[in-house]
């Protein structure tokens, strides 16, 4: 991996990371995230049409099933944010889609789960452990938060994890480019009648799309230079990423704790993509 892959992907890590900090920082997150949708959706159109992007008739399903995904995604994503600890909720749906993902391959087209793919499960289940643990645990409501966070986390992850091998077989049939602005422009479209939210569309908003979709190029540029197994490895340096953000700019109580989970889970994560 050369020193330009790496930095892109780093770059991805951190826009991610920085994205998810600020739709939780928002004054509402749901307003923030129709906002996102509805500025980023022109974005990628536009993208689209200036990449002469491609699409083939057969990734249509598939493009249908990621949309509903990705709206579920979001849904569940500003609500887990609405209150929720990005230290707990991110790490834990970031951790859970590779590893459910490398479960469906196990179990459904019997793929071979080689030893350093299971110490990485093993390693991301720690992590969460540690990162969904508050303490003083005597303190109940801490408790509450802790618990609605972390199943807020699994079932982003759930989703990740199903629309990511959805999108495993759409990006075949389609540019990648082309597929995602496809994707999102239903979500623009439904996410505000869905949540009955007005989108907000100031600057502040206005940078979070950018760092949202600008991530998902990242990525793109790293893969034309660099193995898949690497790039995403590297990419979910992110969990690391937003732990600290979450402390330095929420003012979450991260603690040493939730830096080991983030850090448990990265590496397991790490471990999957390799193995």
């Known amino acids: 991996?050369?020193?330009?892959?790496?930095?892109?992907?780093?770059?991805?890590?951190?826009?991610?990371?920085?994205?998810?900090?600020?739709?939780?920082?928002?004054?509402?997150?749901?307003?923030?995230?129709?906002?996102?949708?509805?500025?980023?959706?022109?974005?990628?159109?536009?993208?689209?049409?200036?990449?002469?992007?491609?699409?083939?008739?057969?990734?249509?399903?598939?493009?249908?099933?990621?949309?509903?995904?990705?709206?579920?995604?979001?849904?569940?994503?500003?609500r887990a944010y609405d209150g929720g600890e990005v230290s707990v909720v991110y790490p834990v749906a970031r951790g859970l889609a590779p590893v459910v993902v490398l479960g469906a391959g196990a179990v459904v087209v019997g793929e071979t789960v080689s030893f350093g793919a299971a110490v990485g499960v093993l390693a991301v289940a720690a992590g969460i452990f540690l990162v969904s643990r508050r303490f003083p645990v005597h303190m109940s409501g801490n408790r509450r938060r802790s618990r609605r966070d972390l199943l807020f986390g699994v079932a982003i992850g759930l989703v990740i994890a199903a629309y990511t091998l959805v999108d495993a077989e759409g990006v075949e049939r389609a540019d990648p480019i082309a597929y995602l602005a496809l994707i999102v422009a239903p979500c623009a479209a439904l996410y505000p009648l869905v949540t009955k939210t007005r989108p907000d569309v100031g600057l502040r908003t206005a940078a979070t799309a950018a760092a949202t979709f600008g991530a998902y190029l990242l990525v793109l540029a790293a893969l034309e230079r660099a193995p898949a197994a690497p790039v995403s490895a590297v990419r979910e340096s992110s969990v690391v990423i937003a732990a600290i953000l979450a402390a330095v700019v929420l003012h979450e109580s991260v603690g040493k704790r939730r830096i080991a989970g983030a850090i448990a889970v990265a590496a397991g994560v790490g471990l999957i993509a390799y193995s």
């Open 1 to 78: 991996m050369d020193a330009g892959a790496l930095g892109l992907a780093l770059g991805a890590a951190v826009l991610h990371a920085g994205w998810n900090v600020a739709l939780a920082g928002a004054a509402s997150s749901r307003a923030s995230t129709a906002g996102v949708l509805v500025l980023g959706a022109p974005l990628l159109a536009l993208a689209a049409l200036l990449t002469g992007a491609g699409v083939s008739s057969s990734a249509i399903p598939f493009i249908a099933a990621s949309a509903a995904l990705e709206l579920a995604y979001f849904v569940l994503l500003a």
